[in-house]
């Protein structure tokens, strides 16, 4: 266990239904991560949260809408959804760059 | 691509056997990390060299980076069936942003 949690770990749902992703974390990290992680392509930075507040976007359609209450929470709020956004979505929190932790993963399949 | 490239691709090799992966990026750095990752599971972070470094060990493992060959090795040594997972080398880009190359899939054949 990294001390990172997920939740949902399995997740399938059709392309017009809104659902939510959550991270949670009690390492005292104040940076949390979003990722995607597609089969066959390399692991995608999507949104990166530094005390809070969104440093980084990485170009994601508006369909995926992140939220982080405090340094503890992330959510990935989804709606209207594509067949091609299912993946493997990861979340992971740092205290530096230079060691992220990660969580088991949500496994996303949109219909 | 400004993500890092893993080679080989894929690796199957018999327990006990030494394993070796390879990583290659294109821009400077200021460290290198490797992960690794279970099927369908989180990266655990494996290591972390700096670009001031040569050699580094950790338990079975050795991770050698040449940054005038812009390229980073990561070496298992008698591996075991519980090594059989992907592996990811990574770098910073920017201030926090960490880049994956695409990994190597390793498998242990009892």
């Known amino acids: 266990e990294t001390g990172v949690t997920q939740t949902p770990r399995h997740l399938v749902m059709g392309m017009t239904n809104k659902k939510s992703l959550k991270c949670e974390q009690h390492?005292?990290?104040?940076?949390m991560y979003w990722y995607k992680q597609s089969a066959k392509k390399p692991l995608e930075l999507m949104f990166v949260?530094?005390?809070?507040?969104?440093?980084e976007n990485n170009s994601v359609p508006s369909r995926f809408s992140p939220e982080c209450p405090n340094s503890s929470h992330l959510f990935l709020h989804l709606h209207t959804l594509q067949p091609e956004d299912s993946a493997l979505y990861l979340c992971?929190?740092?205290?530096?760059?230079?060691?992220?932790?990660f969580g088991p993963g949500t496994r996303l399949t949109v219909l | 691509s400004q993500q890092g490239e893993e080679d080989p691709q894929a690796l199957s090799i018999q327990e006990g056997e030494n394993a070796t992966m390879n990583c290659s990026y294109k821009?400077?750095?200021?460290?290198l990390q490797w992960y690794r990752q279970n099927s369908g599971r989180g990266l655990v972070h494996l290591i972390l060299?700096?670009?001031?470094?040569r050699e580094k060990h950790s338990g079975r493992l050795r991770v050698t980076l040449d940054t005038s060959k812009k390229s980073s090795s990561l070496l298992i040594t008698a591996s075991r069936a519980a090594d059989t997972a992907s592996y990811f080398c990574?770098?910073?880009?920017?201030?926090?942003?960490?880049?994956f190359g695409q990994g190597t899939r390793l498998t242990i054949n009892p």
């Open positions: 992971a929190s740092s205290r530096t760059v230079d060691e992220q932790f």
């Open positions: 390492l005292g990290h104040n940076a």
């Open positions: 949260y530094n005390f809070k507040e969104q440093t």
């Open positions: 821009t400077s750095i200021n460290n």
């Open positions: 060299i700096r670009s001031n470094e």
């Open positions: 990574a770098r910073i880009q920017g201030a926090q942003k960490l880049v």
